[in-house]
């Protein structure tokens, strides 16, 4: 999944302005920028990625145990579906850095024409796959390489585009801009959910692990080349190529990066983690526990689901308001606070029935939405400008695995084998971690 995906938006700032490093907006005059078409473009372009993911995720519980892993329980089929899941997190940072060097050569047209048909057609190419009990063993190992594709193209799909928008935002704005880039998760989501919710309803078990699964899938190639073309339609331009090119948006060499602002990076990395562990623990872990535990009411949980979706997308709409009015290390500082207090929570919920794993996801959506909001681009501003292009991406990269890549592996595998308390610990362990980054960034400012 995952992207399940996002990226850096937007720089962290003590308030809500005075960011160092943020260029003026007289670049906005200059290069014709609209801020709103930049945002047009991540929207889509990360939509789509979230689909991609979140289509995975969900087949990773309703679909993959009984197709490919038909020889071991249920659990255990999730549990190693959940394996192949977090692969692409794993191998993301590798599809960045190709990614890189294919721009530099080739240019940006080509390294995303390149990256998002890899990343349609990994994804279509799942659909095709014929079953364990077909292919035995050979099925699982094209189930892996088509997860690799994923995040091979999911890291190589880096435009510049969230990085552009952040720089050419009004200064009094850029909470609100910050979060219309991260509303292509919640989209993506619904869209994934609501299709998955459909199948399962309307059709028979067997009809829906024989070929019902499968149409999610084909239908991600068909978003893929819609979000291709909008996001095309966007860097082509030689006004977006020439403000991308004055912002100093390309890649840089790693070394260099690594040697000069490498502990940048990981700050960023660990100011998301917070927000980046509750993604998949209020989307695709729930999911699982609800399949093991009360399969009869999957098509319920997948409705709340849908509705939390819908809560999530609000609630990133107000921390854009709440970042623009008390700034964004406070906004993030809050709400990792919030997700500590909610951590507290996490077994009573989820061992209370169907109403407590209601009221788990529908507060965790609103948490969600807060948070991951303005999660993105944390210490982007810190980057000397050559280097934020590069420095960004890979800093998205970096939270993606430590934060969410394993987290419904994790979860799992600790609520049925400790008990759900420790599900509290790992995410209370993630909202500590942030509040550290956040803290050290700012000794490291000052």
């Known amino acids: 999944m995952a992207s399940v995906a996002t990226a850096p938006v937007s720089p962290l700032s003590p308030t809500q302005s005075g960011a160092h490093g943020a260029r003026p907006d007289n670049s906005l005059h200059d290069a014709q920028l609209a801020p709103g078409d930049i945002a047009v473009g991540v929207i889509v372009g990360r939509a789509s990625e979230n689909f ?128 219309l880039g991260q509303l292509g998760a919640p989209l993506g989501f619904f869209v994934a959910c609501g299709v998955f919710t459909y199948l399962w309803s309307q059709l028979s078990m067997p009809d829906f692990l024989v070929w019902g699964w499968r149409f999610p899938f084909f239908a991600a190639f068909a978003i893929n080349v819609v979000a291709l073309f909008a996001r095309l339609r966007l860097v082509v331009t030689h006004e977006y190529e020439r403000g991308l090119q004055e912002a100093e948006l390309e890649p840089c060499d790693v070394r260099e990066l690594f040697s000069k602002q490498g502990s940048n990076v990981f700050i960023g990395a660990f100011v998301a983690l917070a927000s980046y562990a509750l993604f998949h623990l209020v989307t695709i872990f729930p999911l699982s526990w609800v399949a093991l535990y009360a399969e009869d009411e999957v098509f319920q949980f997948l409705s709340i689901e849908l509705v939390g979706a819908v809560l999530g997308g609000l609630a990133m709409l107000g921390s854009g308001w709440m970042a623009d009015r008390i700034g964004r290390r406070r906004t993030l ?34 948490l969600l939405g807060l948070s991951y909001g303005q999660a993105a681009g944390a210490v982007t501003s810190n980057f000397e400008p050559h280097l934020r292009y590069t420095g960004a991406a890979l800093t998205t990269d970096i939270a993606w695995l430590i ?31 942030t509040l550290v980054a956040l803290r050290t960034n700012r000794m490291l400012r000052d």
Not at 94 to 99: E, F, N, S, V
Not at 128 to 145: D, F, K, N, S, T
Not at 345 to 354: D, E, H, I, Q, V
């Open 403 to 433: 934060g969410a890549g394993f987290a419904p592996l994790v979860a799992l595998a600790l609520s049925v084998y400790i008990g759900t308390w420790s599900v509290s610990l790992y995410l209370l362990s993630g909202a500590v971690c």
């Open 52 to 179: 991609d993911f979140f289509v995975y995720g969900i087949a990773s519980v309703l679909v993959f145990p009984a197709v490919f892993f038909p020889f071991v329980d249920r659990l255990h089929g999730i549990l190693y579906s959940f394996a192949v899941f977090a692969i692409a997190f794993v191998v993301r940072p590798i599809g960045t850095l190709l990614g890189m060097t294919l721009q530099r050569h080739f240019g940006r047209t080509v390294k995303m024409t390149v990256s998002l048909f890899l990343l349609g057609t990994s994804t279509v190419s799942i659909a095709v796959l014929p079953g364990y009990g077909a292919m035995g063993w050979l099925a699982i190992a094209g189930l892996i390489a088509c997860r690799i594709g994923q995040g091979l193209a999911l890291g190589g799909s880096w435009d510049g585009l969230p990085s552009l928008l952040a720089i050419n935002a009004p200064e009094n704005r850029r909470g609100w801009y910050a979060m």
């Open 333 to 366: 500082g809050t709400l990792a606070v919030a997700i500590a207090a909610f951590s507290f929570a996490t077994p009573f919920l989820l061992g209370g029935g169907s109403v407590g794993r209601d009221v788990f996801i529908l507060v965790g959506f609103v």
